[in-house]
């Protein structure tokens, strides 16, 4: 079974986790039922950036993202080479180390 791990974040995740799942599960719910409290303001459906995670190993081992993503990523705070939103970043049979940034910008609130 793979293993996510989640380099400590000072409000989510403080000591770091070490988290078994299953294959064929997105990060952001694989996270979320682990009782690490990702933000998901558009409820997983790829329309916001609260979500969003760095890859810092395992990143090729994840479908690559789609153009939609790719479009809110360009929108992320702190963006950079191994970004993902982790609900469109679905687990496979390798292990990976992500990182959630210290911000967030909420796309779905902040855009009226």
Request: charged content about 25%.
């Amino acid at each position: 079974m793979p293993q996510i791990i989640v380099l400590p974040h000072h409000e989510l995740c403080p000591e770091g986790t070490v988290i078994e799942v299953e294959t064929g599960v997105s990060v952001c719910d694989a996270l979320l039922a682990n009782h690490v409290e990702i933000e998901h303001a558009c409820e997983m459906s790829n329309a916001c950036t609260t979500c969003h995670i760095y890859v810092r190993e395992g990143f090729d081992a994840i479908e690559e993202s789609d153009e939609t993503e790719d479009d809110l990523l360009d929108k992320a705070w702190g963006l950079d080479p191994d970004s993902r939103l982790s609900c469109q970043a679905i687990v496979s049979d390798t292990d990976l180390v992500i990182e959630i940034p210290k911000y967030t910008i909420n796309q779905v609130s902040e855009n009226h």
